[in-house]
């Protein structure tokens, strides 16, 4: 089956089977590999992309439900929250191993879009998806706050 | 004594496992002879410096987020007096020959000893670079070297008023012989080493933007992704398949028989994994596990009860009867537990006939090298490993068997040269894969009176570490002597100790977990004094101070985290208590004290843990920092949490979904505290794990509750 979808503002056609789950479409067809496998099953938020701007799990997204919805990945998001988080996880010296930070700050992204200032309970509500083997929890959330204060929140 | 405890490390057993590795694995001439092994020190080995000033550090150890490429450069930009804007790192080659860890004789990182190995040669690399330096720019000037100066990646000769930058001189410095002597500075002058902040991670930009790249990133023209089916229960062999059903799958290729399984060929990922569901396979179950975990631990309880293999301290004392007094008894139960690193094993292969390229996240880059070359029948120097940043380890990619670098070779040479291949674990089969931390049980004796402990008494149960892989020489009288580390000598003056191993078998496959013995040790150890110490009617923090007169760092450590926590006791108002534990792992010393309490869904909330390290000369003392957050987290979240439960001789469970981690919402405030050392470097990467699961159980202990049994403390209906 062909697919037309829309990711980080490109249309791309994938012939792929309809079951064939986002995530390894955009790793394996369009070689976009910042957004990670963890689990296979939504339950460590290392493939944490945006469709239309909210975070979602490409990992249990067959490639038949995206639709003309937008995909963006770590590799294109953008913006001043984008950009504060980044440059906040850069000098917090967030990641260790780094392997799921790409979906870290795809989710914080998203949370400080929807909340400027989150509180320390908003943010464990929407960074709760995402696994960090090597605990970088407390880093994080320090992250975010500063994320937070620079975006003027 | 300390210097002789340390020979019962892991880092001692991996150096005598060097030399067996070596000499048995390895066609490499001249390995044999590794204990002889000279250390290293040329800066063309180690430092690659481009025309745009930019100095990559050639790093012999693989970052998986310890920071060892940022220590390496921090070290080496130190001695070279270079601008930390310049610095960069890389992964070095696989090549023993050049980038042996100097305790272990082979191409390895672990036993948290990166920069207990390495410090002092990084410092040499660094200061022959400079000398090179200023002696290329001294000839290029016509003045003397003396006369030269090196600030921050600018070298001036003030009395001509002439300045240049590295690039310039580079090249001419490379060709200039290696100086035979460099004088070291004084670390008084350090201006890198041990300031906070005065450097940040040299990875974190790119794994903060997804353009870090990882072997499961690995994409090549006309590369096929496998996965393999491995056998349900542990011990069990491929006996046959039918793949007919595998082959209709789209993109599907081609399946193999392997050693470990059934390989499944596809065009993509998805392919893969849709062939390997739909293929039909057969084993020989012949060899295979065939119990549950609750039926080892009955094992394991009954060859406690008997007398086991004396270790450690009275060792050679004969048996006493235990003193008069009031006795306490405990038992101590511990699951078998995944390393789950966030990125699955994973590997890339280009086997053309005559030489074998591969691309992972090799940990014994030797041992991986010659265990691919054997499986293809190449020489050693045929074989080229690639380091490839990798996503998490926590001992599961330092494997002593090499197994997955097997896998990896065997699915290349299967579907013939000259088809590049990347072999993917999902992540069920990286949970139900074995490799675990042993499961192992704990029973402990202890005698108190008069308002002291008299007698220990300690029977440890559970697999070898070493037994039936190629570190076995390494066990001397058939002890094993990291499965009982922290357990067999105490940081406490008991005079009437004895410990007792018990080596179990089973075809489950172990390996070392994040802090290795101290993982388990740690735990029985540290509850159990704590017990004995309540019995006895003393304080937690000052009751271990009064025994710890022989061990001064970890009475450092202790006071260090009491002060910081403002300990008072082990209430803490508000319906929270506290605990505290200390350990001494891989010779770095760290106290501990959480803050717990029970949540409204009746699980333990831990919510606050204070933690003083003495890892001697710090580097970095904020990668020290987050090496003690995440180990703690870590500690955390399989303490109250995780377990791989074993049910007919195979794992039941696959995922995150049932395997539970810590997740931000559970992870609590972590405090660090520094004890300033001029010791020599020793490791941060494991030594934040051990003192967690017991400061959390004795926290527990304060709630009324009894210090948890069995863990997971939050167990699974």
Redesign the interface.
Known sequence: MTYQIKVNGTEHSVD??ED??LL?VL???L?L?????????A??G?CTVHMDGQPLRSCTLPVSAVGTSEIT???AVEGPEAKAV?EA???H??????????GQ?MSAVALLREVPKPSDRD???A???????????????AAIHAASEKLGG | MAAADLTLSRRAALQGAGALVLGFLLPLKGARAQGARPVVTAPNAFLRIAADDSVTVLVKHIEFGQGPWTAAATVIAEELDADWAQMRAEHAPANVALYANTLMGMQATGGSSAMAESYDQMRVVGAKARAMLVEAAANAWQVKPAEIRVEKGVISHPPTKRAGRFGQFAEAAAKLPEPASVTLKDPATFTLIGKDRSVGRLDSLAKSTGKAIFTIDIHEPGMLTVVVAHPPRFGAKPASFDATDALKVKGVVAVKQIGSGFAVYAENMWAAIKGRSALKTVWDNSAAETRSSDQMFADYRALAAKPGRPVGTNKDAPARPLPQGKLVEAEFLLPYLAHAPMEPLDGYMLWDGQTAKARFGSQLQTADQGAIARVFGLPMEKVFIETMLAGGSFGRRAQTTAHFAVELAEVAKAIGPNKPVKLVWTREDDIRGGYYRPLFYHRLQGVVAGGRILAWRNQVVGQSFMKGSPFEAMMHDGVDPIVTEGADELLYAIQDFRCEAHYAESPIPTLWWRSVGHTHTGYAVECFVDRLLEEAGQDPVQGRLALMGEKPRAAGVLKAVAELAGWKGRAAGNGRARGVAVCESFGSFVAQIAEVSIGDNGEPRVHKIWCAVDCGRVVNPDIVRAQMEGGIGYAVGHTLYAEVPIVNGGAAIGNFDEYRSLRINEMPEVEVVIVPSSEKPTGVGEPGVPPTAPAIANALAALGRERPSRLPVVRRA
């Open positions: 792929a089977d064939t789950p390894w790793r394996d067809w070689h590999t910042g957004t990670k496998f963890g689990c296979g099953i339950r460590c290392a990945t770590i590799e980044q996880w850069v000098a010296d967030v990641p260790q191993c780094g392997y799921c930070q790409s700050v943010i464990d509500l960074m709760n998806g995402n696994i960090c083997r090597c605990a970088t929890y407390v880093r994080i959330r």
